[in-house]
């Protein structure tokens, strides 16, 4: 993905020994977190084309800095002499935050300054509309996702909410949570985390990014990302960037009465036998076989044909290569993708495939771990900031 934030810190101009001590500083911290392993001075000096003496007053800064950490020497076996010192990034260094906030539901995790996730917390929700339930709600998964760490060591939390979100971070509007923004939902969460940056952005938004990352859309230049469930979102990637409009609203058709969409979650509610809940019947939908299963898949292709008018749309306004579908049908995907193939093919000129998320339930989640490493590389690593 190419939105990009900064790279090197404020303050830093000119071509001044300080700042080409910076610059090759920058290059070898770069090169130290391609891998989780270690490197002696000899290795990189190689690898980043500087010489010896700049890469050792390079890694006595990026240590001072705590990037970078002399790992452990592993005795060789009948090898004599001193051994050459090892340095390796220092992933612990700090914490980040990925938040799926969303109406039914929180997906929240942690990861260290590689992105690697170290814990998890999920909660399911039947509505999480009231502010005061998602603000409780969301105190509590943030309390288990960092019991047990130094809280000043965690550098950025990102949240993604089921709302249009401005190229600022501002939430601009939301038909699925307005109370949440008018009792100040947002602000109370920044309040938790006076020490780190704290973000917003747009669910389908996140879970594009983390599909380029790490799923579908990787080496894909057009793609369009579903969010389908009780939440109904979509985002694009155009040109392998994320599009997100001149006021942060590309994508938003949930709320178009010609697409189909907006009536679209209540009627799938509607049509969930008596005594089951939408999870239960997506289970069985994904079996496949007897009448409980045919008629569960009844559901999820009623739902497909609901929203297909909307896909249409988009289909037609991108051109994309793939749709990607996530949110709450993915454990019935292969069900909803083939039907939904099935109604949108004959209103297109050129077929596109429509697939099920890779990334899975946690994409928004990781889409916001993404946008949180992007702002520690960027604004306290000093390095490239681009997501992806």
Excluded at 14 to 26: A, D, K, V, Y
Excluded at 303 to 329: H, K, N, R, Y
Excluded at 340 to 347: D, G, K, N, Q, W
Aim: hydrophobic share 45%; glycine share 10%.
């Amino acid at each position: 993905m190419s939105e990009n934030l900064s790279t090197l810190p404020s303050g830093v101009v000119g071509s001044t020994p300080g700042m080409l001590r910076l610059i090759n500083s920058r290059a070898i911290l770069a090169e130290l977190f391609r891998d989780d392993t270690s490197h002696t001075v000899t290795e990189l000096s190689r690898t980043v084309g500087l010489s010896r003496p700049t890469v050792e007053a390079a890694l006595a800064d990026l240590v001072d800095e705590g990037w970078v950490t002399e790992a452990e020497v592993i005795a060789t076996p009948n090898k004599a002499g001193r051994r050459a010192k090892r340095f390796r990034a220092d992933a612990s260094a700090g914490a980040l935050l990925g938040v799926d906030l969303g109406l039914h539901g929180i997906v929240g995790i942690r990861s260290d300054l590689r992105g690697e996730p170290l814990a998890r917390v999920e909660e399911v929700y039947t509505d999480l509309a009231s502010a005061d339930q998602a603000w409780d709600s969301v105190q509590d998964v943030v309390r288990r996702l960092t019991e047990g760490i130094d809280r000043s060591r965690l550098l950025a939390a990102t949240f993604g909410v089921p709302a249009v979100v401005d190229r600022d971070g501002a939430i601009d509007y939301t038909v699925a949570v307005p109370e949440w923004v008018e009792r100040r939902v947002p602000g109370r969460i920044e309040d938790l985390f006076p020490d780190a940056a704290t973000f917003f952005d747009n669910d389908a938004k996140l879970a594009a990014t983390a599909e380029a990352m790490w799923g579908r859309f990787q080496g894909v230049r057009d793609g369009l990302y579903l969010v389908m469930g009780r939440q109904i979102g979509a985002a694009y990637v155009i040109d392998g960037a994320l599009a997100r409009g001149a006021r942060g609203a590309a994508g938003e058709m949930g709320g178009l009465d010609a697409t189909g969409w907006p009536a679209a979650p209540a009627r799938l509610e509607a049509r969930l036998p008596a005594g089951t809940d939408l999870e239960s019947v997506l289970a069985a939908a994904r079996q496949g076989t007897g009448a409980a299963a045919e008629a569960a898949a009844d559901v999820v292709r009623a739902f497909a044909a609901d929203v297909a008018p909307g896909v249409v749309q988009l289909i037609a306004t991108i051109d994309p290569e793939v749709v990607v579908v996530g949110g709450e049908v993915l454990p019935a995907a292969e069900v909803f993708c083939s039907a939904l193939s099935e109604l949108v093919t004959p209103h297109l000129r050129h077929p596109v495939e429509i697939v099920p998320s890779t990334v899975g339930r946690d994409a928004v989640a990781r889409g916001a771990l993404a946008r949180s490493l992007a702002h520690v590389r960027a604004s306290h690593m000093g390095l490239d900031g681009r997501l992806g």
